[in-house]
């Protein structure tokens, strides 16, 4: 296990390397003067220099390449070349909006995906089926944008229950709009997911055993169906819930959110390059980082998953 | 049973419980409150770095510059100074006597002493300022930046209330341009305690509004300066939400969440007008928009007959009316209408597509015969690209062929800067009231390329006009200048002359006596605002 941990960890350092330089480069190739940006029309060629110089831009590419991969190496991002202050700061501040509106949005996707998804199993092929299978791929397919607009008008303009956005003083209520309609794509996600896993399982062979054995259609579903279901719909769980943490900028710009994505977003319309590089390798980390969870709770749920075994991993029902 | 449900569910449970940890919600109508939306995040609150129109409207509550623009009239008006006069008939030096119960909000009164060291601070080139021009004209001030003096020459305090400004050469601008956020005067204490970085985190002036908090791209909060000796604000606390998108700032000034929504896009104003009756509020701006030509090269370099007929080709008046739905004013040159200078009998170049068709064959382009095919280059603004798309079927009724094509802001201006098309949608808002502003950017060829004139246009005469305004401070004298230089720069065609967008802003029916402002820099101590209910609020009108 901690051989695995370690083997996994150190595999992080290419990914957020190669990532990093990646970045670095397609921001050097964008047209775009992050200075001339900065200083506006007016500026004259003293002004232009003075900042270039100030934001290290007249040093050759290699020169702050390199000085990017030694700060990276001491933990350091930079600053931000319009905000002046550290990236981690700018970061930091933003990461825990980022981190409630995903997890919120995790949570609403869990209990109504999974929820929808086993009730559309059980009744296979009849009309709630048929109803979970239609809004599911409804809320895989509706633009984020317009799905937030239609909740501000209806809970926050028509009945006015809800604030209409922003984070307020960071309670709930600010919370549920924004988290409701960034979890739609999750939902419908996870209902599929659920449902097919359950079928397949359901039509097993120690299912068709406990049934002989008399079992009530509860007590198999629940204690023998959604373990076997539990593997593909982790899988699932990880990759949204990096893509939740990582682009929500839709759903952060529609409700006013003041997360990492929208930071990132607004950093790249002005060439903030210290901001992208630093965000997008937080998003690296998160990312690996949720993949590294699952597998570890692969083995939870399927003791037959080795981690350090390095074997094919699969698991049947 | 326990094996899958148990994780899930507790999972479930972790996520809500830190999702909603916080406090309780606030009312959306907080007595004594001015909420005014913000569409991002400020970039600084520092006035030397406060380059973008979001940060300098908040900087201008939270500082007091010498001297202020007049929100209604365009003047310069008392602030710091309570008056001034000039010691030369050449505008060479200024003295400016200073209010003496001008108080910073820890308490120190104000004095020459901070001018010295806030304009200095603009001008060194360690603070790295975007803004170091507002003040360059000061004598001294080039030496100063290029490391040659450790003091600027042109700044004297006389005494803690008295200063003196001398400057290198005759400026007229000048004055207006120390309205300018970046010239607001600073404690140097407070800059040093907090350190550069923190200063503009939490800052510290004089102005009529103190600093409350900021939560990044979510809000920006001031309470009034009680002690603020040139009239305490009627407003309590003054709220900066952070909204994004237009359409969702608007449902949010339906539920009476804001107070004050400006720059409302074309394609929604009547739509606001219908909704919001008798809250929408439309009044003259101070910038230009217009199609550039690229006269460093063929076909448009040496063309005028060509330029003209493109003139002739776009019906102004469609644009203004039905594409900005009313807003903007039709331009006839690039100075915005009532800016001295402006000349009210101009008549531009009036929509007349046989004029154009003639003008076209005179050009040597018979029905567009023998023209390439031309691009014109716009930034992806969904109002741009409306007019430019009008303007390429006005266009295409001569029989003249435009691609369009759309860039990102970074990437536009780079492209514009470098040449690199034969049109482009341009644009210029005007720093302060001042046709200078306008003129010398756009059109001297000190300017040529890089620094604003984009169009690469050049004439001397025009040159000589426009440096010579800078040195005559009779303002008649200097209007008739800027309207000569205007009319020449308008008879030379440079651009396809379309309109000055208007403003529009969404007032709530809460308060009542706002100032509708002219550069779109709102001050808010200039309100003598009532709240609508008195019973609603508490205690917070004057």
Redesign the interface.
Known sequence: MIRFLLRRLVSLVPVVLGLASLVFVLMYL????PA?????????E??LS??RH?LGLDRPLHVRYGMFLSGLARGDLGYSY????PVTT?LA??FP?T???A??A??IA??CG?GAGMLAAVHHGRAADFVVMLLSLGGISTPVFWL??ML??LF??VL?WL?????????????ILP?LSLSAISTGYFARITRAALLEVLRSDHVLAARARGLSEARIL??HS??GA?VPLVTVIGTNLASLLGGAVATE????W??VG??IY?AI???DLPVVEGGVILLAFLFVGSNLLIDL?YA??DPRIRLDGGGPREATG | MKMVRQPLASAVLLALLIAGCGGSGKGPAEAGVFRFRIPGDPVSLDPIHSVDLVSQTVVNNLFDPLVRLDAVSGEVAPCLARSWEPLDSAGLAYRFHLRTDMLFHNGRAVSAQDVRYSFERLLAPRSASERPWVLTPLLGAERFRAGAADRVEGIVPEDDSTLVLRLERPWAPFLAQLTMAGASIVPREEVERLGEEHFGQTPVGSGPFRFVGWQHDSWVRLERNERYARGVPGIRSLEFPVAPSVAVALEKFAAGELDLLEQIPPGQVELARRRFDGQLHIWPGLSVRYIGFNLSRAPFRGNRTLRLAFNYAVNKRAITEVLSEGVDQISTGPLPPGLPGWDPQAAGYPFSLERARELLAEAGYPGGCGLPELTLLYNNDPQDRRVCEFVQACLAELGVNVRLKSLEWAAFLAAIRAGESDLFRGSWIGDFPDAHNFLFTLFHSSNWGDAGNYTRYADSGVDSLLTLALRVTDPAQRAGLYREAERRIVADVPWIFTYHPGQVALVGPRWSGLTYPLVGIWAAELWRLQPVAPAAEGGAAQ
């Open positions: 964008v047209p775009g003067d001339r940006l900065m200083a506006g029309q007016h500026a004259d003293q002004t003075v900042l100030n319009r905000q002046r202050r700018v501040e933003r909006a981190l409630r509106l997890l919120a995790l949570a869990l209990v999974v937030g607009m501000i008008v926050a303009g006015g604030p209409v956005g922003g984070y307020g003083d960071g309670s709930l209520r600010y919370l988290a629940w204690s959604l373990r539990a710009t529609v409700f006013a003041p997360g929208r930071a607004d319309l002005v060439r709770l939870w749920i």
